[in-house]
């Protein structure tokens, strides 16, 4: 596991969970590459191999692990790999990809590096253990495709080398794993996307990292910012961070480079994520039913709702992002009252079930319904991926890239090979 607010001095191996509690899964399997190249580990015994079997089933039952092909019962099994070369891997079927959102799928996913399985309150959890640069060449390409100009992802790599290393988060450290594989973290689908050309230019930013004041940077970064880029303090409270502040994404014409003239709508689902559906990040609408609404506020709240009469937005960061909306409803006695939903996070989980675009729109009503006119897609704070693909279609490097999302950042190179 990385140690919080130390910079490593040489490549650290990173635990990123692959399955987490919620997934609520019981039942897997992995498949090796080959059966030569993987050792064995359970609660009592270290296995030089695994007995020429290249599928093994797993299944949890009574709070133990079975894996009946080899006739096993054990509380934790490991299948690690002799070397660390690039042709070894464990495929995965029924991954989560997108967990809890919209685009939710489940895919086969192909790993690198060591697998463990391991109960926590009686849920299954799978880890993968790697080296970390072997991790970002995944990411670079499950974040946005393979597809991407490589200025684009050198800026990725080097983006979510920092924020990785930073560490600040911390969202899964109770579980024993550094990350988890999804948007939650940073999106890791293995090295199912990779490619001889996108392996060797993520190699071209091995070690690099973003610094600000002798600290690697927490370089926060979402979709599309929609034309002008979050204050860090407007999505999670705290401080201003002087690198996370809200920045322009205008070109020296006046056009933003996420703006669908810089990359067609029809052309951009080139070059995002496999598991994104949608084509629309700059401008977007939304209808909000009535009815829905009031079912989500109800249980989440816990307060009885007949009417939804009015969305407002009572505050907002400079991207346009609401950070506070008044709800005014009537309640079941017919009274008009007022809640207040006072975070981005919150706002776009209450607007939708599949959580909102992003939470900057205007409001109207439309049939007892409301209509969002929105831009942008997710928090909108640090770098920009669409526009940053927009820069890179631009011509311009991987430093103009970074030092225009994270002003006042330096790149620098903190371990070598
Ligand atoms: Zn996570
Ligand atoms: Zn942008």
Known sequence: MLIPGEIPKKEPTIRVGIVIPKDEIKETHVLLSDTESYEMETDKKHYPSCKNQRKISILLKDNKLFLPDLELETSIVSFIPHLSNDASHITLPNMLAGRGFHWEKK????????????????KLIVINELPLEQYLKCVSTSEMSAMCPPEFLKAQAIVARSWLLANIE???????????????CQRYQGINNCNSDTISIVNNTYGKVLIYKNNICDARYSKSCGGLTEKYENVWGGDPIPYLTSISDLNSKGVAYCDPEMIPEKSVKRYIGNVDENDKYFRWNYVVKQEELINTIQQTLQIRISKILELNPL??????????????????????????INSEYEIRNILSKSF??????TVSKL??????????WGHGVGLCQIGALGMAFSKKKVYDILSHYYPKSTIKTIYKV
């Open 356 to 361: 909102l675009f992003s939470s900057a729109f």
């Open 367 to 376: 049939n007892g319904d409301f209509l969002l006119e929105g831009k942008g």
């Open 170 to 184: 911390q969202k899964h450290q109770n579980l024993g794993f550094d990350i988890c594989n999804d948007d939650c």
């Open 107 to 122: 895919i086969t996913v192909k790993y690198w590096g060591k697998i463990e399985f391991f109960i926590i309150d009686g």
């Open 315 to 340: 505050d907002k960061g400079k991207s346009g992002r609401i950070i506070k909306l008044g709800v005014d409803y009537l309640n079941i006695k017919n009274e008009v009252q007022t809640l207040s």
